[in-house]
């Protein structure tokens, strides 16, 4: 058995104060609310606002997706909704593409045109809680043209709604894969980008390590990964967008990924609340306090769930839940007991909500700011996976930054090392894990939880339904806004085109008809994946 | 001699899946046990699938699945029979509840490798059942279809 840190620290049997020797309360820690903000941002925390306790929807059909986000609300999800995209938008094809297909609906929302918005939003507000919309990075514009196009709709100045709806070209590198190239999506991130702050519209993206570390990354190198990529975007915008770094700090929010190495993911958010502080203030030069504060939401770890006696992630999830509530988290989503196997059930989504009402409302976790500050332990842990962070973000630094150690390869090695490490520890029992490699019980003696079914019908009538509908829509207008985009997509990388996109996003442009036209239009093949034909004539 | 000596295997996502970890891991484990790998990588079709296994000649093709879309796989083993590849080992690790795992080994899938399958087992089944463990050891044991392993290690 190991007893270290999972960036390899050694862990001593006790803690003491000569463990946190030269700690300085005021400089390293800061009163709850201020600087470098290692206890967090406000000062009664939970007591000023509860963290928004939510579950991701989205699988099969836009109505079916709309249905499940009603049930949440009634379960009292109320602070925000949460949906997560099928690999078809993701990857920005359409349901009627040949690949398309097979497998849309099927891991989450085929959120593929402005008509499977409106139904996935039908009889749900906009204001008055938190918009997500997850996926990769590559359809992040069209989320966003989704969001400005129904407040249009709906009579709603877009400045009032919240939440976030893109996410960051990086996470393609980090397992949340799509197949449009880097330089593509980063462009249409910065598009983005600019575009919510020039219109005071409150939406975030994700810049997030959870996909890094559920890949197989650990805490330090996560610290330095999601530090790394705040440190390339908003430099970005800065520099090539002629934004105000302040402004450029509110587009990302972390979304960190919570394990069962309790005091050291408490110890990992907290380092990270300490080091942006310390990077936007003295690198970027920081005005404003909101500009030092990393805007962290929790994820409970997928990778932790078992396949073997599922039950046991019931446990999982509530010690993960535990630690995501004392880090101080703004909102928390969870993996659920049957994440080894397929999509939430109902009564395994119900389960993880409640465990969180449970954290939050039974065990008076949520009375106290930063619990265990001042712990030997806790103190000692925050500093070393500061230190080894540290580490790994000079050698980035070194390297021209995260896109130039990704171009070299750095990253990639990196994660695949961690990853195969994770797995021999496991393998050569170093790390246990109940029910897999300790405790196991013969497969006929597991306890069988109710799985979530797949309808594999409903995939081809998503695709059926698109592509009957496609011909309904006003062909004139749909043509006039694609060659529109298509003429800006021409204007070069830092010409925005976030306004030709919501144009043909509200005349019913589809995803793989934006994105294919934007690719044309930068000489790639209209259809990522090369199969069909570009059904415009661009000129 | 190393368990895999000779035996060539593709390991590959199918479809859109974009899990690569466990396929990753697996890449490794076979490597590592001498195993000669070839590794697609994802947005591979079946059809891809197929004739890289062909133009590659080899003895196992490996599915890493966690993305529901079993479909795909059914298509790949009708694909394998219909060009020929009746010896080909046809293996699928990943997240696959046990409704599915049943259908699939039905349909002519030879082993589903549960998530927490260990290196060991893997490696075993692999260096017994491949078609080029029996080219160099004809008298090998070849049981017909397997099951879904729990990976007890
Ligand atoms: C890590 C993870 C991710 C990472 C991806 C990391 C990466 N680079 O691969 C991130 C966070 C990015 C991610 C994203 C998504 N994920 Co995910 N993810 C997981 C998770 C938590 C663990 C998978 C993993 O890597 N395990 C570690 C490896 C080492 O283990 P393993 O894969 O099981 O491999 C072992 C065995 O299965 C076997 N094996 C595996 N492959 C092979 C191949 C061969 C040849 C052999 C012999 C054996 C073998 O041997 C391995 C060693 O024991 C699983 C749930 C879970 N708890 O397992 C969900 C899960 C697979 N994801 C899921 C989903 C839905 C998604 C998304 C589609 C979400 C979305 N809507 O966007 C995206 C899409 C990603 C994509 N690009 O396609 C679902 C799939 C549901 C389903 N099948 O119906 C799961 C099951 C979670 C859930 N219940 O919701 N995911």
Known sequence: MKRETDYGYAIKPVYTPADVAGLDYEKDLGHPGSFPYTRGYHESGYR???????????????????????????????????????????????????????????????GCSLLEFEELMDGIPLTGQSITLLGSSAPTVMRLAYVVALAHKRGID?????????????????????????????????????????????????????????????NAQAVAVVLSMYKELCGKLVRERGLDFDDAALVPYELVSIGTRFFEEIAKVRALRRMWARIARDEFKAKTEKACQMLIAVHTSGRTMTYQQPLNNIARCAIQSLAGAMVGCTAMDNATMDNAYAEPSALAARMSLNTQHIVAHETGVADVVDPLAGSYFVEALTNEVEQEATKILNKIDELGGLIAAIDKGYIQEMLRDEANKKFIEMDKKDRLIVGVNHLEIPPEEDFEIPIQKLHPGDSEAIAERMAKWKPTRDQDLLKARIQQLYTDAQKGDRFNLMPSIVEAVEAYATSGEVIGTIRKARGLNYDPFNVIECPFALH | MQ?????????????????????????????DAGFEVVYLGV??????????????????????????????????????????????????????????????????????FLPGSSGATIVEYLSTEARGARKSAPATRRSGAGNADQGRM
Not at chain 1, 189 to 203: G, P, Q, T
């Open chain 2, 43 to 112: 947005n591979q079709t079946p059809r891809m699938i197929i004739d890289a296994a062909i133009q590659e000649d080899v003895d196992v093709i490996g599915i890493s699945s966690h993305a529901s879309n079993y479909g795909q796989i059914e298509e790949l083993v009708d694909l394998a029979r219909a060009n020929g590849l009746d010896d080909m080992l046809i293996v699928v690790g990943g997240n696959i509840p046990r409704e599915p795992a049943q259908h699939l080994l039905a349909k002519g899938v030879h082993k589903i």
């Open chain 1, 48 to 110: 000023t606002r509860m963290w928004t306790q939510r579950m991701t929807a989205g699988l099969g059909s836009s109505k079916q997706a709309n249905g499940v986000l009603k049930k949440y609300r009634e379960m009292g999800q109320r602070g925000g909704m949460c949906v997560i995209s099928d690999r078809v938008f993701s990857h920005c094809i359409d349901p009627d593409h040949p690949l398309g297909r097979k497998e849309a609906g099927v891991l989450g929302w085929p």
């Open chain 1, 158 to 218: 877009p400045s009032e709604i919240h939440g976030s709806v893109m996410e960051s070209p990086f996470e393609n590198y980090f397992g949340q894969t799509d197949v449009q190239p880097f330089d593509l999506n980063l462009k249409l991130w910065l598009d983005a980008s600019e575009y919510v702050v020039r219109n005071k519209i409150r939406m975030r993206s994700s810049v997030i390590s959870q996909h890094f570390q559920e890949s197989g990354g650990n």
């Open chain 2, 3 to 31: 368990a895999g000596n000779g035996i060539k295997v593709i390991v590959t996502m199918i479809g859109l899946d974009g899990h690569t970890t466990g396929g990753e891991v697996v890449a490794m484990i076979l490597r």
